[in-house]
């Protein structure tokens, strides 16, 4: 149980282009989730935080104009990065928790994104 | 304010033999801690959590972790390592500012098992 699908694996784009990527958990609700960064060699940087029905929380120094995000149902949650540009090239990991407080955190596989 | 430091980029170890990956932790109160799993280009595996109870908590793939109150440290521990044990490991720490759900990630620890 507990599985978090993120889609797609990986994506090329032209700078400029926006992309979406999508995070579903398949067999839970998810109240709260979360998409991070993760560059090469390094640990995962928080993004933000979104919470079914309400606005994400980004954390300090990302952009909420370029990385959007839509938290509208209990299995969905999309970022979209707008007007990509190379130094957004990244791998994003999006991860969902149920409503228990200290329940663990689900992750999805991660989505490679190269902009070219 | 909180913090979760894994001391070793990397460690190696040969198969069969047994291995530790170190973690300790600053805290306020009480510690929420988690150990996850990263394979290449996928994301985290979640291992085991501390909450409370038994200092020693048995998770997935034969892994355990122990807390320790009086060192703050919860280091994950396997008795016999396999080489596809290989991977990136991460120790981190509930966020209990602001009662939010975040996690303060460590910075990794690569393990290599060698056969």
């Known amino acids: 149980g507990a599985v978090v699908s993120q889609h797609p694996s990986w994506v090329i784009c032209k700078s400029g282009t926006s992309v979406k990527i999508e995070c579903r958990s398949l067999d839970f609700q998810a109240t709260t989730m979360f998409w991070y960064r993760q560059f090469p060699k390094q640990s995962l940087m928080l993004m933000a935080t979104s919470n079914e029905g309400s606005k994400a929380t980004y954390e300090q120094g990302v952009e909420k104009d370029k990385f959007l995000i839509n938290h509208a149902s209990l299995t969905l949650s999309t970022l979209t990065v707008t007007s990509a540009h190379p130094e957004d090239s990244s791998f994003y990991i999006c991860?969902?928790?149920?409503?228990?407080?200290?329940?663990?955190?689900?992750f999805g596989n991660g989505t490679r994104l190269t902009v070219t | 304010a909180q913090s979760v430091a894994q001391p070793e980029d990397q460690v190696n170890v040969a198969e069969g033999n047994p291995l530790t990956v170190k973690c300790t932790y600053s805290v306020s109160g009480n510690p929420y801690l988690f150990w996850y799993v990263q394979y290449p280009n996928r994301g985290l595996q979640f291992l085991l959590k501390?909450?409370?109870?038994d200092n020693l908590v048995k998770g997935s793939y034969g892994f355990e972790a122990e807390f320790n109150k009086s060192q703050t440290s919860f280091h994950l521990k396997k008795p016999s390592a396999l080489v596809s044990d290989s991977a990136l490991y991460f120790c981190?720490?509930?966020?209990?500012?602001?009662?939010?759900?975040?996690?303060?990630w460590g910075l990794g620890t690569s393990l290599a098992v060698n056969p």
């Open positions: 991860s969902a928790t149920g409503q228990g407080y200290n329940s663990p955190l689900h």
């Open positions: 501390y909450i409370t109870g």
């Open positions: 981190a720490v509930r966020d209990k500012a602001g009662n939010n759900r975040k996690l303060i």
